[in-house]
């Protein structure tokens, strides 16, 4: 038994089956010093040591079957209160082998059993909290334990002679130790099937997951550059409708510019995983498009390159999203560049404008004339900012006279014909007591006209 559990411990690398031999180890000793057996073939010559063999052996037993239950029962994660319990038991069952060379041996055995007695009615208890969630291994280990103590207790009335004396009940013990050993390990090995079959589920939980995946997601060699592993995603990505027929594509030949992979590569290399790294693929059919990808390399236990990682994500639309926006924005800077452009040309022409308007209204009288016997009184606002609008006095000779012009149009071009025509007013003051010929003079008439 202890064979075959060191066997299985060392394939499945299991340190339940190592607390479980290291148990087994010490119950076995524990019983042969009991029966003088260990004394007889082992260490006749030690007499100290086997007065505390004993204790010790019951104490190593304490350890070995609190570590067991922990790691077999999964307590940190069951039952934490419960996990602490026991790890205390081991601590006070190591200081009771340090003990065992100080204190005499009626004393120390004591002790060991009193906490053998802990740990066995806790093991019950505990299997059973745990066999309730329907956890198989610790009904059987509870079955086991059971049995176990079924023997102790029949060895305690052989011993107050309430059960009669024979072989049975003198070695009622042993047989629960062995039938508890046998037990426990149908118990590990059902544990292996759970764990089997826990594995498997998460397996195809797994599969299930990386096939469903709303984005692809591979698995690739390095030098070679070839695909150990590839979703459905990933293989319709780049145009391909089987996934095995994707599969046996080089990744270089999945890039747009072949050295694009040599440059990628030498990146891994050098940080060893990448996020979000942007890269342009080549589709089945030759078209390209924009990919996001996220990798990381996976070393052997040399430390050698084994395997990559990644996930890949179709980015071509958003790329192509973020151009038109990038394209709206620069011809939103140009719109409101020529925009700023045309209002600093309105101020300008604004201030010209006003300058003008300035200038216009300088060439109006800026007072009526008094002439006695009349009241003149003018008031002048252009349609826009400058018109062709005009008045203006003159008083000569005892005659006064006086123009009202209105230029067809609006705006600079009336005003310059105003400008002209106050010019040629001021400069015909002789003709003011003939208007007519004033007019004959600037040909605004023609002779028969007048």
């Given at each position: 038994?202890?064979l075959?559990?060191?066997?299985l411990?060392?394939?499945?690398?299991?340190?339940?089956?190592?607390?479980?031999?290291?148990?087994?180890?010490?119950?076995?000793?524990?019983?042969t010093?009991l029966n003088?057996?260990?004394?007889?073939?082992?260490?006749?010559?030690?007499?100290?040591?086997?007065?505390?063999?004993?204790?010790?052996f019951?104490?190593?037993?304490?350890?070995g079957i609190?570590?067991?239950?922990?790691?077999?029962?999964?307590?940190?994660?069951?039952?934490?209160?419960?996990?602490?319990?026991?790890?205390?038991?081991?601590?006070?069952?190591?200081?009771?082998?340090?003990l065992?060379?100080f204190v005499?041996?009626?004393?120390?055995?004591?002790?060991?059993?009193?906490?053998?007695?802990?740990?066995?009615?806790?093991?019950?208890?505990?299997?059973?909290l745990?066999?309730?969630?329907?956890?198989?291994?610790?009904?059987?280990y509870?079955i086991?334990?059971?049995?176990?103590?079924?023997?102790?207790?029949?060895?305690?009335?052989?011993?107050?002679?309430?059960?009669?004396?024979?072989?049975?009940?003198?070695?009622?013990?042993q047989?629960?130790?062995?039938?508890?050993?046998?037990?426990?390990?149908f118990?590990?090995?059902?544990?292996?099937?759970?764990?089997?079959r826990?594995?498997?589920?998460?397996?195809?939980?797994?599969?299930?997951?990386?096939?469903?995946l709303?984005?692809?997601?591979?698995?690739?060699?390095?030098?070679?550059?070839?695909?150990?592993?590839?979703n459905?995603?990933?293989?319709?990505?780049?145009?391909?409708?089987?996934?095995?027929?994707?599969?046996?594509?080089?990744?270089?030949?999945?890039?747009?510019?072949?050295?694009d992979?040599?440059?990628?590569?030498?990146?891994?290399?050098?940080?060893?995983?990448?996020?979000?790294?942007?890269?342009?693929?080549?589709?089945?059919?030759?078209?390209f498009?924009?990919a996001?990808?996220t990798?990381?390399?996976?070393?052997?236990?040399?430390?050698?390159?084994?395997y990559?990682?990644?996930?890949?994500?179709?980015?071509?639309?958003?790329?192509?999203?973020?151009?038109?926006?990038?394209?709206?924005?620069?011809?939103?800077?140009?719109?409101?560049r020529?925009?700023?452009?045309?209002?600093?040309?309105?101020?300008?022409?604004?201030?010209?404008?006003?300058?003008?308007?300035?200038?216009?209204?300088?060439?109006?009288p800026?007072?009526?004339?008094k002439?006695?016997?009349?009241?003149?009184?003018?008031?002048?606002?252009?349609?826009?900012?400058?018109?062709?609008?005009f008045?203006?006095?003159q008083?000569?000779g005892?005659?006064?006279?006086?123009?009202?012009?209105?230029?067809?149009?609006?705006?600079?071009?009336?005003?310059?014909?105003v400008?002209t025509?106050?010019?040629?007013?001021?400069?015909?003051?002789?003709?003011?007591?003939?208007?007519?010929?004033?007019?004959?003079?600037?040909?605004?008439?023609?002779?028969e006209?007048?």
């Amino acid at each position: 038994m202890i064979l075959y559990n060191t066997l299985l411990g060392f394939s499945l690398k299991d340190k339940t089956y190592f607390f479980y031999i290291f148990y087994v180890v010490s119950v076995t000793l524990f019983e042969t010093s009991l029966n003088g057996i260990s004394y007889q073939f082992f260490w006749k010559n030690f007499t100290y040591w086997n007065a505390v063999s004993i204790p010790i052996f019951v104490s190593l037993s304490n350890i070995g079957i609190s570590a067991f239950i922990i790691s077999f029962l999964k307590l940190k994660n069951n039952l934490p209160f419960l996990n602490k319990v026991f790890r205390l038991i081991i601590v006070s069952s190591i200081i009771c082998v340090l003990l065992s060379f100080f204190v005499s041996d009626s004393k120390i055995i004591k002790l060991a059993m009193l906490f053998t007695a802990i740990s066995s009615l806790l093991s019950i208890f505990t299997a059973f909290l745990i066999a309730r969630t329907g956890y198989r291994p610790a009904k059987i280990y509870l079955i086991a334990w059971c049995i176990f103590l079924f023997g102790a207790v029949l060895l305690a009335f052989n011993r107050f002679q309430i059960v009669p004396v024979n072989i049975f009940t003198e070695n009622t013990v042993q047989i629960g130790v062995a039938i508890e050993s046998i037990l426990i390990s149908f118990a590990l090995a059902d544990r292996i099937k759970i764990l089997q079959r826990e594995k498997e589920t998460a397996q195809e939980e797994y599969i299930a997951l990386f096939n469903n995946l709303n984005v692809g997601a591979y698995r690739n060699t390095d030098g070679e550059g070839r695909f150990l592993k590839a979703n459905p995603v990933v293989a319709r990505m780049f145009g391909f409708d089987d996934v095995d027929e994707f599969m046996k594509m080089q990744v270089a030949d999945l890039y747009a510019d072949p050295l694009d992979r040599k440059t990628f590569l030498q990146m891994m290399r050098a940080n060893g995983e990448c996020r979000n790294h942007e890269l342009l693929l080549k589709r089945k059919d030759g078209s390209f498009f924009y990919a996001s990808l996220t990798a990381k390399m996976h070393y052997d236990k040399e430390n050698k390159y084994y395997y990559m990682d990644g996930i890949i994500e179709d980015i071509t639309e958003l790329k192509n999203t973020q151009r038109e926006l990038e394209k709206a924005q620069l011809e939103s800077i140009e719109s409101l560049r020529k925009t700023f452009q045309i209002e600093s040309e309105l101020n300008i022409f604004k201030n010209e404008m006003d300058l003008a308007q300035k200038i216009q209204q300088s060439m109006l009288p800026s007072k009526t004339p008094k002439v006695e016997g009349l009241d003149i009184v003018a008031w002048y606002k252009p349609m826009e900012s400058i018109g062709g609008d005009f008045y203006d006095f003159q008083v000569k000779g005892g005659y006064v006279g006086f123009i009202i012009a209105d230029v067809s149009g609006h705006g600079v071009p009336a005003a310059l014909i105003v400008s002209t025509f106050k010019t040629a007013f001021w400069f015909q003051e002789q003709m003011i007591p003939k208007p007519a010929f004033w007019f004959q003079e600037e040909n605004l008439l023609k002779p028969e006209e007048l």
